[in-house]
């Protein structure tokens, strides 16, 4: 599996634009990515430690736990990613 974690908090407007792109890829992405795929979203506000790390870059993207994305998300990026993380091949 490949997990996806979005990192924001409420009331971020950024925040709300990188869900929906979040949201529109992985519903482009064909069947078998899209399986492998876990969304996990964690907000700053509830976090302490999330907050320390990324309270000034949210919305902030990981994959697999690993930095994609902060501020701005580009769909085409994410979805390049996604489709190579989710590979059985790219473990």
Not at 16 to 43: T, Y
């Amino acid at each position: 599996m490949t997990e996806i974690t979005l990192i924001g908090k409420p009331d971020c407007h950024l925040c709300d634009v990188a869900e929906e792109i979040v949201g529109s890829v992985l519903a482009e992405l064909p069947d078998e990515v899209a399986d492998r795929i876990e969304l996990r979203e964690a907000s700053i506000a509830d976090d302490p430690a999330l907050y320390e790390l990324w309270w000034e870059k949210i919305p902030v993207i990981l994959i697999d736990g690993r930095l994609h994305a902060h501020w701005r998300v580009s769909a085409d990026r994410l979805r390049a990613a996604l489709t190579d993380a989710a590979q059985p091949t790219s473990r």
